[in-house]
């Protein structure tokens, strides 16, 4: 085996829906947390908390993840799946701060963010997409976007990099096991 999808339409079927269905239930995981988590108490310091908190927790799921792509049989089924799972958690962790920052700071951006309003803001900063509906106005809060900026051209280049490296790292580790076949 070389890591390919195994030829075959039932077991392919599952792979691939079970690659699908994971990721998506993780994004409504965390959605469902993040919509439902008391965050309407935490101050100032709690916010910072939760930043440097949703860092570790990204970090630790992207190692995480990236040990499963080494084990897995399909590695690159598998990174898709886990480059899925830490944007996800990524994205609800910068949605989570921004809703924090807003209601610590109500001039912070343009309007006062519900959860709902958060979690766009960041998808459009994300996205690099940008339709200035919703504006960071302080010091404060533009520094916190621009470093969401930055960390996200350099998640996606790093996250990338990383994954297609380990994914043709365990393509070859395969292909070098005893009685593998050269070509399948």
Not at 30 to 46: E, K, N, Q, S
Not at 118 to 129: D, E, G, K, R, S
Request: overall charge positive.
């Amino acid at each position: 085996m070389t890591g390919r999808l195994p030829a075959g339409g039932r077991s392919t079927r599952r792979l691939l829906w079970s690659a699908g269905v994971r990721p998506l239930l993780t994004a409504v995981v965390l959605l469902t947390v993040y919509f439902l988590a008391p965050l309407d108490g935490i101050g100032d310091l709690g916010a910072v908390f939760l930043l440097v908190a949703g860092v570790l927790a990204v970090g630790a799921v992207a190692v995480w993840q990236v040990k499963k792509v080494l084990a897995s049989h399909y590695p690159a089924v598998q990174a898709v799946e886990a480059a899925a799972a830490t944007v996800a958690l990524y994205l609800v962790g910068y949605a989570a701060f921004y809703y924090l920052l807003s209601a610590a700071n109500a001039q912070g951006f343009s309007e006062v963010l519900s959860r709902v309003d958060a979690l766009y803001f960041c998808l459009t900063v994300f996205a690099t997409v940008g339709f200035g509906d919703i504006v960071a106005t302080t010091d404060s809060t533009r520094a916190v976007v621009s470093l969401q900026i930055v960390v996200n051209l350099v998640f996606l280049a790093v996250g990338i990099r990383v994954l297609t490296g380990v994914v043709q790292w365990r393509r070859q580790q395969r292909q070098n096991l005893p009685g593998a076949s050269p070509g399948g």
